[in-house]
């Protein structure tokens, strides 16, 4: 409003200038006729009685208006003009300046004429006024970008450059001509493209852990079949010493393909855990003689590890395995001679951090860090060493880093790896703090070794072959009669059928007709009194929750002859048992 009441006051005063100017000419002109004419009538002049005089003084009088109020709509128009520049560069300035991306500016000679607040407190280096851009300052890239900056300003045509590797940061650069020069901004994309590499490997990571999985779980199936039929052939020729040094071979061989496979499906999620509370320091102290004895004297171990060690509820065998991958690999990557640190700390993990690593979530931890004097891993090999069977070293040795990766995320944890060739490598493994302070002792289940006898009827329901072959005769071994189905259909049938009492149905998920859960949910519609043990090579959390409810019992395969009268005695009772 003030704009609008100063405008309009300096109008009127232009209009009021010239109808001054416009009435002192009519009344000199009076004066300049009484003068020269000798007419001494002083009113009648400025009146007039001359009507062309008059005429002339009306036409001057508006000439002198019109010319008023034009000079004014210039002068406005002008101060307009003047106060939209004044504005626009104040705009500018103020996006110029505060622009949250660092922006340089050039003259047609690409030298720089100013920068930004933001590029001022970068804490990077920044140019002098005058240095030629990508001569004198940030010439160090992969493309030639001082022609390419010529080109833009010469062509007037904008370019940008979406990932520019400058001072180990990913920019994403553009570069604006304008009638001066040109104006480059860069923006420091490394945190988006981080998070962006570590998203696809997350999912590369999880394509790779089904594929691992479903091998785990063939491997498993074939495995139980060896077992078993190992296990029956040492009953049936208890006395044959050959046959039973052949047949402890092959157990042998199958305990090692059953560690295969459990790192396997460590890896895919699908391994059981048996997680408990337990010291991650006792457990390194515990384990560290046993691996000395596998490096070489050359390389010592020195150890920093915390008195009052957190307690994190874990499987112990599984944290075991990861500890030892690790520390292998750090002792095959030292040539000769040289160290490996190992140091346990809390680490409080926050937000920030949390969000930088999927599945991490923020709270206190603790942090187990490797760290060897070695030979380091390259860009390359550092991005592939989580990969199942990548390896540096012996083709096919490659699982172990890719079974911890899957270990450690199950237990919500996570690993990550430092490694610089030629300057060694660090290896921190995260795993949340628990809020219990019981610890358990790290001591290992005995082996069950003794096998009870029992009675009763058992239906075997697995579309593996070898499975149904095998179990049948174990469990025909151990005194029960059995009936076997290859499909979810088949079994309802004989559940249907079947005029003797069924004790128990053991229950394969992975049905090629039907999901193990709807089996064991129509088994129990029709006969309550069944009861169902499911058999997979997947952990029992794989399992529905409808299943888990079910469901009496759960193994895992492959299983051993003992394991499996274990699980029948549990689940049977004594009054089906008698001791063998």
Known sequence: MNKKRNSKNILDSMMLAAIFIATAYWILDSILNIFFFNKFNIIAEL???????IYIRIVVLCLFIIFGSHAQASINKFRRVEKSLKEGEERYRTLFEYNPIETITVDHDARVTEYNLVKANSGDKVPKIGDIMYKDYAGKHKINMYNELMECIRSNI?????EQIYNGNVLYI???????GAIITALNITKQKQLQT???????MDAISTLAGGIAHQFNNILSGITGNTELLQIEFAGNKKINKYSDRLFTLTRRMTRLTSQLLAYARGGKYLEKHISISDLVKETLPLLKHSMKRSIKVIMNLEKDSPIVKADATQIQMVFSAVMNNAAEAIEESGSIRVSLQKKDVDEKYALQHPGLKAGQYVQLTVEDDGKGLDKETKERVFEPFFSTKLQGRGLGMAASYGII?????????????????VVNIYLPVSEETEEVSLSEEKEITDISKGEGTILIIDDEENVLDTSSLALEHLGYRVLTAKTGMEAIDIVETAEEDIDLAILDIGLPDMMGDKVCLKIQELRPDIKVMVSTGYMVEDITNDMKIKAQGFIQKPFSMSQMAMKLKEILGDKKETAS
């Open 174 to 180: 553009r570069i604006a001509p304008f009638s001066k």
């Open 47 to 53: 009146v007039g009685t001359d009507l062309y005089n």
């Open 409 to 425: 995320i199950n237990h919500g944890g996570w690993i990550e790896i430092d490694s610089e060739l030629n300057k060694g490598t």
């Open 158 to 162: 904008s370019k940008e450059f979406p």
């Open 198 to 204: 570590q998203l696809q490997q997350s999912k590369k």
